[in-house]
RNA sequence: GCUGCUGUAGCUCAGAGGCAGAGCACUCCCUUGGUAAGGGAGAGGUCGAGAGUUCAAUUCUCUCCAGCAGCACCA
């Protein structure tokens, strides 16, 4: 037999008779490593360590030392060793796929009855005994009628869909645990022990169709996580106890911002304090729009079908919008009218009005657009997804060659916004042309090559996604990245080649005959509450001061000082702050509790000695201690601190 | 929309086929207290909605509504 050359990561080679398995290299490697070894990586792909080796090679050995590597192994076996578990407690069950998922794995059952949290911790004994019995595991290549037949005889009819969905040419890999078989690409550890028996946990089950499909049957997924050891394991699950408390909807309550009820399920309910953060982020991004040179409209909420049918959305988009009929007494006819889940087709009405010259474009407008749209029960999730919401909406009419200039200016107005309100990076996706789509390829090209340039004369990475623009134009998404490192897609900027033909949009251009626009879809937040509670959560609640909702209050030590505090809170919010007073008959560390818990940045203390100097005692959210200062110097020091950034 | 779970005081939650419970919040009284809960008393409920079983249902069954987790959806 031939012999090959396998090169280790150090660099270092050596020669084997082909065939040779990664485990007797590690064994010729050391004896120490061969103990150790759990996996390797051949030629950048993870293998099985009895994976043999035919050719020269790159080959490196893995230990539970390597992380990457370890994790995945010990979740995949996890979740073949909870499926073992669960056809040894219930055999009738049926297995279909389990895949390794960030922090864990799941694996999808079909079994008639639910399975209930009782029997989760029954699965997890049963693992844990399954692991204890440190059964080897092993794997064989199949072909493909050995397979079918070998899960028809066993009563696996998903398993015989997969075998069956396997490419021609590829290997079906069979995998056992101990007794237990798997169809799987592997790579699994050596033996059950491998896998820590104290450092998974199953966490919840949930519906999911096989193979992802809502027309198909309905599957029960069972999710668990599972690490190295014990120590990462209670830190992950202390950090989604940390996760839980920056909930938006936890702390919409506890903060009194908001509500939801079931008479008006996915709408909004905005208190006080939530609507002084709403109305400080809607101005902001009111003078930000202006510096940008938009200008802002406000269209109807009703409008007519007419329009949607012209738009296209009553074709492509009736399922999602709410319809009204309104019967009018000497109508002939009833007059079906639907609440905008868009702005964009009435933006065009407002282009439409009097004839537009190349003169007049690029020509931005932007609303506050309330919109509606029918979302389906499931999907709804506080203010993350909900029925009725507003967009910081924008429209710009332009030529195919101010596409360029106007994707830059856009994505400087963006970045600016985004790093005022906390969050300094983002990532840019380009989804190029579909399959299926309107507009000349010439067009395409212009508008693709047009946004790329802008990116690229911005020195910005970005990621393409080809052919997943829609079918209307080119698009750039922006994501953005939260305090806990979850990433929330925002921004968008979107070329629509359809809309002005539609709706027949048109300029006179230099040469004195008609043209059609290139109408830019674009915003920056998104909708105003999804966006609000990302902030919530981005921040745990404490906002800055200029996004506070309450920012100041000015609480009295001993009923004395009663009046001052009325003074200066007097004084605060003739300075635009918005300070409130508490001279409740309460001691001062129940105050300066309940105010920490509301999450209120600045709490001013005054007691008999503040009153004679004429200062305030000044804590600060979360810290201990506090500052003495004059009455006056805290007033300019809120004030600078609580300007918007843009006015700063 | 689908699967499962949940719905009891303003909030967080316990409870049980036979008079509805706790803590916090709220109201009143005492207390004037120096930076994360001072003490006492009181008030507060159609047990998500509707139907059924039962001598009796908030509790059991069914339907609906809403929420939660996940899936699907997000032109």
Same mark, same amino acid.
């Given at each position: ?19 040779? =398995? ?8 050391? &004896?120490?490593?061969? &103990? ?102 092993? =794997? ?60 998974? $946990? ?25 690490? $190295? ?199 840019? &996706? ?16 212009? @508008? ?5 340039? @802008? ?23 922006? $994501? ?118 509301? $999450? ?14 004429? =200062? ?33």
């Amino acid at each position: 037999m031939a012999d090959i050359t396998i090169t280790l990561p150090d660099g270092n080679q050596r020669v084997y008779p082909a065939g040779v =398995t990664c485990a007797a290299v590690a064994e010729d490697i050391s &004896k120490s490593l061969a &103990k150790k070894a759990i996996s390797c990586t051949i030629n950048g792909e993870h293998r099985d360590l009895s994976r043999v080796i035919e050719a020269d090679a790159d080959v490196a050995i893995h230990t539970m030392q390597d992380e990457a590597q370890a994790l995945e192994l010990i979740r995949h076996d996890c979740a073949h060793i909870m499926a073992r578990a669960v056809q040894e407690l219930w055999p009738d069950v049926k297995v279909t796929i389990g895949p390794v998922i960030d922090n864990g794995f799941y694996y999808d059952f079909d079994r008639q009855e639910p399975f209930s949290s009782e029997d989760l911790t029954e699965i997890e004994k049963k693992m844990r005994e399954i692991i204890n019995k440190r059964d080897p595991v092993t =794997t064989e290549i199949w072909d493909r009628d050995r397979a079918i037949k070998f899960y028809e005889a066993n009563k696996e009819p998903y398993k015989v869909e997969l075998v069956g969905m396997i490419p021609e040419g590829q290997d079906i890999r069979m995998y056992w645990h101990g007794h237990w078989q798997d169809l799987c690409r592997g790579p699994h550890l050596a033996h059950t022990g491998q896998v820590p028996a104290d450092s998974f $946990k199953l966490m919840s089950v949930a519906g999911a169709y096989w193979r992802g499909d809502s027309n198909n049957q309905m599957l029960q997924r069972i999710y668990g996580v599972a690490f $190295k050891n014990k120590e990462d394991l209670r830190a992950y699950l202390h950090m989604l106890e940390e996760a839980e408390k920056r909930d938006h909807r936890k702390l919409g309550k506890s903060m009194d911002l908001f509500h939801l009820q079931e008479e008006a399920p996915g709408m909004v309910f905005w208190h006080p304090n939530g609507w002084a953060v709403y109305r400080v982020l809607e101005d902001y991004m009111r003078r930000r729009l202006t510096d940008a040179d938009y200008k802002e409209i406000k269209t109807p909420q009703v409008v007519d079908r007419k329009l949607w049918e012209a738009s296209g959305h009553w074709d492509k988009y009736r399922e999602n919008m709410f319809i009204t009929e309104i019967d009018e007494e000497h109508a002939n006819e009833k007059r079906v009218n639907a609440l905008k889940p868009m702005n964009c087709p009435c933006h065009v009405q407002i282009y439409n009005q009097g004839l537009k010259s190349y003169r007049d474009l690029p020509l931005r407008l932007a609303e506050f657009g309330s919109c509606h749209r029918y979302e389906s029960s499931g999907s709804m999730h506080g203010l993350m997804r909900v029925r009725g919401f507003t967009q910081d909406d924008a429209h710009i009419f332009c030529t195919e060659d101010q596409i360029e200039t106007e994707t830059g200016r856009f994505i400087g107005l963006l970045s600016r916004i985004y790093k005022d309100l906390g969050f300094e990076t983002f990532e840019i &996706k380009l989804s190029t042309r579909p399959e299926v789509r309107v507009g000349s390829d010439e067009i395409w090209d212009k @508008a693709e090559a047009a946004l790329t340039r @802008a990116i690229d004369n911005l020195g910005l990475p970005y990621e393409v996604d080809p052919g997943e623009g829609a079918f209307y134009g080119p698009k750039l998404d922006f $994501k953005l990245t939260d305090a806990i490192g979850r990433e929330w897609q925002c921004g968008t900027f979107q070329a629509d080649f359809n809309l002005p033909e539609r709706l027949g949009a048109e300029y006179i251009g230099e040469d004195g005959h008609k043209h059609r626009p290139v109408m830019m879809h674009r915003a920056i937040l998104g909708s105003f509450e999804r966006f609000l509670g990302i902030l919530i959560e981005n921040y745990s609640g404490k906002f800055p001061l200029w996004l506070a909702p309450r920012q100041v209050v000015v609480a009295s030590i001993v009923s004395d000082a009663d009046n001052y505090v009325l003074e200066v809170v007097e004084k605060l919010k003739s300075f635009g702050l918005r300070a409130e007073a508490d001279i409740r008959n309460e001691k001062i560390n129940y105050k300066v509790r309940e105010h920490s818990v509301g $999450k209120v940045p600045v709490i001013l203390a005054i007691g008999k000695k503040e009153v004679e100097d004429r =200062t305030v005692s000044l804590r600060r959210l979360g810290e201990k201690s506090s500052d003495v200062i004059g009455l006056d110097e805290t007033v300019e020091l809120l004030v600078k601190e609580a300007t918007p950034p843009d006015l700063r």
